[in-house]
């Protein structure tokens, strides 16, 4: 079993920042969507901010040729329009943000501690999804033709008996083992209670072209 590569997001530095908090402190611990993973102060939002309330308070008949440039530097400044409607509702200078996890699954890679000053654009958290897994099933080279990409596929696994999980064939690899004579054969399997993780064993039932 293994992660599915194409269940992943990068959470990343939008600006020059200190990391103030860490709300997750160690790689493969699970998360869910949502979830507050690092409070971060943002020193370069703050003059940024302040010129935009400046503007709004300033008033004026042709106010949008003056706010418009005003919200679109705080976009260049690695504000989101959420963080910059809660600038505008509030009235007030908001030089901290929190990061939160885009999905629900396990910490695959912690890169920041705190304390640290992070660059904009630099990798802080990588996650992977759990509610799907891959399987790379080992098959004969002699039965390899018989399999077709979408095929159905089953798992059984001695560590949930009586359990079957279901999925199918996502890819045929071009990948033969010179020892065993095998080809690896992803398949995609649904994992709903994340009861499979990495590095587990399963056999495999696959579906063939008769």
Do not use: C
Not at 20 to 36: C, F, I, N, S
């Amino acid at each position: 079993v293994a992660f599915n590569e194409r269940d992943q997001v990068v959470v990343q530095a939008r600006a020059t920042a200190y990391v103030e908090a860490l709300r997750v402190r160690a790689t493969l611990d699970r998360v869910a969507a949502g979830q507050p993973l690092a409070d971060l102060y943002v020193p370069e939002w703050i003059a940024a901010q302040e010129e935009f309330l400046s503007v709004r308070r300033f008033g004026g008949t042709d106010l949008a040729t003056l706010v418009d440039p005003a919200r679109q530097r705080l976009r260049q400044a690695g504000m989101t329009d959420d963080q910059i409607r809660v600038v505008e509702t509030q009235g007030a200078v908001q030089p901290r943000t929190t990061l939160t996890s885009p999905i629900s699954g396990v910490v695959a890679e912690l890169a920041t501690r705190e304390g640290m000053t992070v660059m904009a654009g630099e990798t802080l958290f990588r996650i992977n999804g759990l509610s799907t897994v891959w399987v790379n099933a080992a098959v004969p080279e002699s039965q390899a033709q018989l399999l077709r990409p979408g095929a159905p596929a089953s798992a059984h696994s001695l560590a949930l008996p009586g359990a079957e999980l279901r999925g199918k064939v996502q890819a045929i690899l071009p990948d033969v083992d010179a020892v065993t004579r095998t080809i690896r054969v992803r398949v995609e399997l649904a994992n709903p209670d994340f009861a499979l993780t990495p590095g587990m064993f399963v056999n495999v039932s696959l579906e063939v072209a008769t």
